[in-house]
């Protein structure tokens, strides 16, 4: 683990999320879900130091691009030193309940894929409905959010569908990935918000 990451879970460990960083083997799991030959617009959504970044760029094709999105300040600025010379990857000190807003100011809604450790299980159910809700929205029909948590509940959440499911084991703690699409129910969210 980091001294850099450590100390940014002793700073702030809720908004972390995790105690320790995703393993190599977490890592090369939740990248291998992605369709590299055919995704142009992937996101991330807390990439904190960006392991799981790391592992997607070394596997983007040129004309791929990544947005990362990242809430805390101490991390955007880890992040844009640590890709300032990769012209694909854009960091954005940002909040994923503006999601929306966000990829539209940068030209890259409905992504191919949205990457994500936030921690959804941990949160208060107000926050994470509405956290959920706005993830949503920002999905077009053939995008897909590839989430890993300790907990299955998302992938039985209305907004979303699973694809499919795998373990991780080997990983502190072990953890499930997922692959979700937007459900019909929330498409027809957008419809009513809209």
């Known amino acids: 683990m980091s001294f850099f990451f450590f100390k940014r879970v002793l700073a702030n460990p809720v908004r972390v999320g995790y105690i320790v960083p995703s393993s190599p083997f977490l890592t ?10 055919k995704a142009r617009t992937l996101v991330e959504l807390g990439p904190g130091e960006g392991c799981h970044t790391r592992r997607i760029v070394r596997s983007m094709t040129p004309d791929t691009r990544l947005l990362l999105l990242e809430l805390d300040d101490h991390f955007v600025r880890h ?9 694909r990857v854009t960091v954005v000190h940002g909040d994923a309940m503006h999601l929306s807003e966000i990829l539209s100011r940068h030209g890259a809604a409905e992504p191919d894929y949205i990457v994500s450790g936030i921690p959804f299980t941990i949160m208060g159910r107000e926050l994470r409905e509405k956290l959920l809700g706005n993830i949503a929205l920002a999905m077009g029909p053939a995008t897909r959010i590839i989430t890993y948590q300790t907990s299955v509940l998302i992938s039985e959440h209305r907004h979303f569908e699973l694809v499919r499911r795998k373990h991780c084991l080997l990983n502190v ?13 929330a498409a027809s969210l957008a419809a009513v918000l809209g």
Do not use: G
């Open 79 to 87: 992040l844009t030193a640590q890709f300032a010379h990769d012209p």
């Open 28 to 37: 090369h799991m939740t990248a291998r879900l992605i369709n590299y030959s």
């Open 173 to 185: 703690p072990p953890i499930h990935i997922l692959e979700l699409r937007k459900a019909d129910t």
